[in-house]
């Protein structure tokens, strides 16, 4: 489950060893386009002290075709073994992020988002869109800085997730009414979490090099008597800095999830793979192109804007899935 994230991240920082090797030569700056990871990103940037950080993301995930390991299979393979398919999903994310700098080398940050979903689902005779949305889990965060050069800075992270989203929103099932939804369709988790990370950034004339390693490690099951799968995801970005105002971003992006632990008694594990907890840990890598902007000065001096598109490369799954297709993100980030 680790092995793929963790190779991301060590490719990342061997693609960073060139703009290390400057470290004496070139001394970081703030004031640039590509001082800033994407904002997809979270936990990334240490605040001054006594400042505050606000960042808003908006990202539109959209799913479609189900596969089965990395082959793409069709309906008539998962009603084989199942009594409806998915075929398409959108998922629409509202986060917002507010950091703040309690030391020199120490910040806090908490991250809330709003959670949009929707999924198809089809049997032989017919197909429904249900959908569900509502508040997800509120992350807390510390972020801890161990090394600060002349160019290049490492933190470390650790933080929680509070169960607040909902895990047993409902909605029609086909033919079936107001029926519990499948588990990637809640909001929440309904477990604590723990979430370890370790960001590292180094940067030179040219542009900025970051990796970043987080897991999220499941403590409780929920009141459903399960607990989503751990997760380990993994980023390697570089940003290039074409002038003062515009960085163009890219990079990798892997992320590897483990199956869900028990079983609940209010679903059927026949209905649909989205209610089977067996099976449902799997894998992703996704390559992103983005737009950092940031202004200089003017009436809008420190704002930066991120925009991203994001396509997978790799994906497989321990049981039918619905597919990744591609992903759209923007975001704004404020210094005060």
Known sequence: MFARPLQVACAALIAAAPLTAQDDEYRWSDDRPDAMAPSSLVGTRMVPSGSVQLTYLFSNSSYSGVRLGSAVVDAGDVLSYYDSSPFQRRDRIHRAVLAFGAGESFTLLVDAHFADRSRDITDEDFFITTEASGVGDVGVEALVSVYEGAATR????????????????????LTLRDQILPYEMQPGSGSVSVVPGIYAETQNEFGTVGAQVKARLRLTDNDRDYRLGDQVEANGWIGYRLNDWFALTSGVRALSWGSIQGAPSDVDVGRDPGEDPVFTGGMRVDIPLGLNVHMPSGSLAGHRLSMEFAWPVHQEYDNFRVAADWGFSIGWTKAF
Do not use: F, I, K, M
């Open 154 to 173: 490492v933190h470390l992270s650790a933080g929680a997730e509070v169960p607040v989203g909902s895990t047993d929103e409902r909605g029609d099932l």
